[in-house]
């Protein structure tokens, strides 16, 4: 079975950094290529970047370049997404996102979601 | 960058009704149109991907049709356990998702 578990709820302050976490298991982690979405207060959902984990190549949409760093640790399955100089406008609940093998661009299946609360 | 509209925002059925959600994109898409459901607590499926393919473990009253820039997706028999919201997500040129239509019981 496919699992996505994402790490806990975090509450930081302004202008800090946090890291969150997806751990894998039920395929083979670099295989498929991850995402990450945002969604800010229950609304629509943004894509963020996604990462290739067999050889950490890299695509981002142009509005988070600078905000949030992709990464891998292929020994452990799991991918990290590092969001940087938070703002209130960064306060919204992340997902990681498997997308599917073929090429049709679905997300096939998603993690918990990890909330981040940006406040003094 | 490629829009998605879902002009329902929100959407009031009965249960065993047939519903019918709608997804417009800002320019053709070439049916790289794929169709989520989050439930209340957040958890986040794909339902349809490619338009009309059905991703596996969905159940088959869950369809969904279109081209070029206008695409549905439709529950026939609706249940209770469909009660959600829905995001349709262009896949043509990086990834784009619509606003959402979220799924009430009358």
């Known amino acids: 079975e496919v699992q996505l578990q994402q790490s806990g709820p975090e509450l930081v302050k302004p202008g800090a950094s946090v890291k969150i976490s997806c751990k894998t298991s039920g395929y083979t982690f670099t295989e498929y290529t991850m995402h990450w979405v945002k969604q800010s207060h229950g609304k629509s959902l943004e894509w963020i970047g996604g990462i290739n984990p067999n050889n950490g190549g890299t695509s981002y949409n142009q509005k988070f370049k600078g905000k949030a760093t992709l990464t891998v640790d292929k020994s452990s399955s799991t991918a990290y997404m590092e969001l940087r100089s938070l703002t209130s406008e960064d306060s919204a609940v992340y997902y990681c996102a498997r997308k599917e093998a073929r090429a049709y661009y679905a997300m096939d299946y998603w993690g918990q979601g990890t909330s981040v609360t940006v406040s003094s | 960058d490629i829009q998605m509209t879902q002009t329902t925002s929100s959407l009031s059925a009965s249960l065993g009704d047939r519903v019918t959600i709608s997804c417009r994109a800002s320019?053709?898409?070439?049916?790289?149109l794929n169709w989520y459901q989050q439930k209340p607590d957040g958890t986040v499926k794909l339902l349809i991907y490619?338009?009309?393919r059905l991703h596996s473990g969905v159940p088959s009253r869950f369809s969904g049709s279109g081209s070029g820039t206008d695409y549905s997706l439709t529950i026939s028999n609706l249940e209770q356990e469909d009660i959600a919201t829905y995001f349709c997500q262009q896949g043509n040129t990086l990834y784009t998702f619509g606003g959402g239509t979220k799924l009430e019981i009358k």
């Open positions: 490619y338009t009309s």
């Open positions: 320019q053709d898409i070439s049916n790289y």
